[in-house]
C-alpha cells in the first residue's frame, strides 16, 4: 500500500502561482511513476501531468505545458506540481497518483490522494 497526501491549494488570483506538494508513504516512493489529475465541479477527472519513477522523463497536457512542472524529491517521498500564470480554468480538485508507469489515463494507477481544492479568480 502507498499512502498519498496532498497539500498546498488554495485561492489565488489570475496570474499568480502555487505549489501542490503529495507525500508518499507505505511502500517504496521510488518504485512508482507518479501523476497529478485534476477534475472541476460536473466534469470528469483529467490528466495534467506525470513523472517517471526516475524522475527523468515528464509529460504534460497541453492546456498546462510551459505554466505547469511536476517535479520529485525521492529523499522526501514527495512529488510537486509547480504552477504558473494559473487561469480560471485551472480550477479544480487536484489529486496525486502513484502507478507503475506513466500515463494519461486515471485508471492505471494503484493508488489517490484525497485532493486539494485550487481556485483561480478572475
Known amino acids: 500500500q502507498v499512502q498519498l497526501v496532498e497539500s498546498g491549494g488554495g485561492l489565488v488570483q489570475a496570474g499568480g502561482s502555487l505549489r501542490l506538494s503529495c507525500v508518499a508513504s507505505?511502500?517504496?516512493?521510488?518504485?512508482?511513476?507518479m501523476g497529478w489529475f485534476r477534475q472541476a465541479p460536473g466534469k470528469e477527472r483529467e490528466f495534467v501531468a506525470t513523472?517517471?519513477?526516475?524522475?527523468?522523463?515528464?509529460y504534460y497536457t497541453d492546456s498546462v505545458k510551459g505554466r505547469f512542472t511536476i517535479s520529485r524529491d525521492s529523499a522526501k517521498n514527495t512529488v510537486y506540481l509547480q504552477m504558473n500564470s494559473l487561469k480560471p480554468e485551472d480550477t479544480a480538485v487536484y489529486y496525486c497518483?502513484?502507478?507503475?508507469?506513466?500515463?494519461?489515463?486515471?485508471?492505471?494507477?494503484?493508488?489517490w490522494g484525497q485532493g486539494t481544492q485550487v481556485t483561480v479568480s478572475s
Open positions: 497518483a502513484a502507478g507503475r508507469e506513466v500515463s494519461y489515463v486515471s485508471g492505471t494507477y494503484d493508488y
Open positions: 507505505g511502500r517504496t516512493f521510488s518504485n512508482y511513476a
Open positions: 513523472i517517471t519513477w526516475s524522475g527523468a522523463r515528464t
